[in-house]
C-alpha cells in the first residue's frame, strides 16, 4: 500500500501535484474539516521543524531507510551534480526561516521526486532513470522541487494534514523523531486537489528560471514534460496517474487560461505552461508547435527551423525543446515574470538581513548542528547568513562555529584565529571553549581538547553536550575507560538510552540496552 500511496502523498509531489500555492486557499480548504486555528498552529510548528536541521536529517534518514539507497553510481553523481550546480549558480534566495538543500536519490523504481519541509529533496531513482539522466531535464524537475521548498508549499501541505488527521501534538514529540512517512500519508489528496494547481504552475514558472539562471537548456522543463506524459500514457500501470487531456495541438492550446483547465494540472498543460515561458525568455522570436505527438516544429521570428521526430533515445517533443531552449537563450529578454522574481529574492535577502534576533540564532544553532553532521558548506552558508545580519544574536559564539567550519575543511589557521578571538570576546561562554577544543581535536591536539572542554565544565557542568564530546573523542583514540566515564555522564544527565553508544550502554544500564536492541530489531 505504501508504494502506491508514494506516487501522490510523499512531501511535494512532481507528478501528483498536492500543494498549496498560499495561506487563503488552504484555510478555505481546510475550513469544513477543521479550524482555521488548527492550521495556523500546525503550520508554525512544520515552519520550526523546516528550521531545524535535526529533522532536516531525520526526513532523510528515514527517506533512505524506507526506500534504500540507488546503489547506481552513476545515478547518484549526475543528481549531485545537477543539484550542485542549481543550488549553487541558481539565482533565488532563500527565507530567513528555512534551511539550505540537501539531497539524495533513493532506491524506488517509481517515476518521481519529492521536497519534504525540511528542504531535504528525495529523488527516486526511477526518475534519474526515466529520464535517462538527462541533465537538463532534471535540472527542470529539481529546480521544481526547490522552488516548493523556497516558497514553503511542502510546510502548507502537512500543516493541513496535521490539523485535518493528528493535532498538533504530533509535532511535539521531537525534531528527530516526527514520523515523516505516516504525515506524508494524513494529506488527504480529494481536499489538497482544490489548491494544487496555483502551486503546481508557480514551482514550475520559478523552477524554470532557477535552472536557466544555474545554465540549464531553457527547454528542459518542456521537453520533461513531454516524457512524463509518454510515461504516463504508455508506461504506468498506476491508477493514480494522469488522463491523456484533450487532443488539440499545443498551438491551439497555447495561451488557454490555467484557470479554465481541468483542476488536475496535466503534464500536456504544463508542458503550454512551459513552452510558452521559453517563447517568452526569447522575446517571442522562439516557438515550438507540436504537430503530433510523434511530430514536433521549432520556428524562429516566424519561419520554420527544423522538424523533430522520435530517436532511439529522444521523444520528437523532448528533441524540439531542447533545440529551441538552445536558441532561446541567445535571444533573451528580460521579462516581467523574472523581473518580480529579483524582486521577490531581493525581498527574502532584506528580511534575513533585518531579521529578528531569534531568527538569527536559529540560524547560529542550525550552523553548530551541521558542523556536527559534517555537513561544513552548509555551516558556513547559515554562518554567512547570520553574521550578515543587522540584528547579531551572539557574534563570539558565530566566531567560535565559524571556527570549527574552517578547521573541517582544513585550514586550521583561520579556524584557530575565529577561535581565539571567540574566547577573547566572551571568556565567561562554555560552548566557546568546546568549540575551540573541537578544533584542537581535528588538529590533533588532544590535552588542548580535553584542557578546553574541562574549561567549559567549570563554567558549566551541567552541559551534556560537553560530556558527550569528550566520550566520543576519546572513543575515537581508543581510550575507552575515560570514553565510558564521560558517557555515564551523559546518561546520568539525559537518561536518555539512544543519547549513548551502545556499546558503553550495556556497560551502564544493561537491560536499558537490551529494550533499545529490541525496539531498533522490531
Not at 523532448?318 to 529551441?324: D, I
Amino acid at each position: 500500500m505504501r508504494k502506491i500511496l508514494l506516487g501522490i502523498l510523499l512531501a511535494m509531489n512532481l507528478t501528483n501535484p498536492i500543494v498549496q500555492a498560499s495561506a487563503d486557499p488552504v484555510i478555505a480548504a481546510v475550513g469544513g474539516l477543521a479550524t482555521v486555528a488548527a492550521y495556523n498552529s500546525s503550520l508554525k510548528s512544520i515552519l520550526e521543524l523546516g528550521n531545524n536541521v535535526h529533522a532536516q536529517i531525520a526526513s532523510r534518514k528515514q527517506d533512505l531507510k524506507e526506500n534504500g539507497e540507488d546503489k547506481n553510481s552513476e545515478d547518484v553523481e549526475v543528481i549531485n551534480r545537477v543539484m550542485n550546480r542549481l543550488v549553487n549558480e541558481g539565482k533565488y534566495f532563500l527565507k530567513v526561516n528555512s534551511l539550505p538543500f540537501i539531497w539524495s536519490v533513493n532506491d524506488s523504481e517509481l517515476f518521481n521526486a519529492s521536497c519534504y519541509p525540511t528542504d531535504y529533496i528525495s529523488v527516486n531513482r526511477g526518475l534519474v532513470t526515466g529520464f535517462n539522466r538527462n541533465e537538463d531535464e532534471l535540472a527542470a524537475v529539481l529546480a521544481h522541487e526547490m522552488t516548493h521548498g523556497l516558497e514553503q508549499h511542502s510546510a502548507k501541505n502537512y500543516a493541513m494534514a496535521v490539523a485535518q488527521h493528528l493535532g498538533a501534538g504530533f509535532l511535539a514529540i521531537g525534531a528527530s523523531n516526527v514520523d515523516w512517512s505516516r504525515l506524508s500519508g494524513m494529506v488527504h489528496y480529494s481536499v489538497a486537489q482544490s489548491v494544487s494547481i496555483p502551486s503546481e504552475y508557480e514551482a514550475d514558472e520559478i523552477g524554470f528560471y532557477i535552472a536557466a539562471s544555474a545554465g540549464f537548456n531553457l527547454g528542459g522543463g518542456a521537453a520533461a514534460m513531454v516524457k512524463m506524459n509518454h510515461y504516463f500514457k504508455y508506461e504506468t500501470t498506476n491508477f493514480l496517474e494522469y488522463d491523456p487531456g484533450e487532443n488539440i495541438t499545443l498551438h491551439e492550446k497555447r495561451r488557454v487560461n490555467p484557470k479554465d483547465m481541468s483542476d488536475h494540472p496535466e503534464t500536456e498543460n504544463r508542458e503550454l505552461k512551459l513552452s510558452q515561458m521559453l517563447t517568452d525568455y526569447s522575446g517571442g522570436r522562439v516557438w515550438v508547435n507540436r504537430k503530433n505527438a510523434r511530430e514536433y516544429e521549432v520556428y524562429i521570428d516566424g519561419s520554420l527551423r527544423e522538424t523533430f521526430r522520435d530517436s532511439k533515445d529522444l521523444l520528437a517533443g523532448e528533441r524540439a525543446y531542447l533545440a529551441a531552449g538552445k536558441f532561446a537563450r541567445e535571444f533573451h529578454v528580460e521579462t516581467d515574470f523574472e523581473r518580480s522574481l529579483k524582486e521577490k529574492w531581493i525581498k527574502n535577502q532584506d528580511e534575513s538581513i533585518n531579521a529578528e534576533k531569534k531568527f538569527v540564532q536559529m540560524l547560529r544553532s542550525n550552523a553548530d548542528a551541521y558542523v556536527d553532521y559534517e555537513f561544513p558548506e552548509l555551516a558556513m552558508t547559515q554562518l554567512n547568513r547570520a553574521l550578515a545580519a543587522v540584528n547579531q544574536d551572539d557574534q563570539a559564539e558565530l566566531l567560535s562555529i565559524r571556527g570549527r567550519v574552517f578547521a573541517a575543511n582544513g585550514d586550521f589557521e583561520t579556524g584557530f584565529k575565529d577561535s581565539n578571538r571567540a574566547v577573547e570576546l566572551d571568556p565567561k561562554n562554555f560552548a566557546i571553549y568546546l568549540n575551540r577544543a573541537d578544533v584542537y581535536r581535528m588538529h590533533g591536539e588532544i590535552d588542548r581538547a580535553v584542557e578546553d572542554a574541562n574549561r567549559a565544565l567549570e563554567l558549566d557542568p551541567k552541559k551534556f553536550v560537553t560530556y558527550k564530546f569528550l566520550g566520543d573523542m576519546f572513543d575515537k583514540i581508543g581510550d575507552k575507560d575515560r570514553a565510558l566515564e564521560n558517557f555515564r555522564e551523559v546518561y546520568r544527565i539525559t537518561k536518555e538510552p539512544r543519547s549513548i553508544p551502545l556499546e558503553y550502554l550495556e556497560k551502564i544500564d544493561p537491560k536499558a540496552a537490551k529494550d533499545l536492541k529490541k525496539k531498533e530489531k522490531s
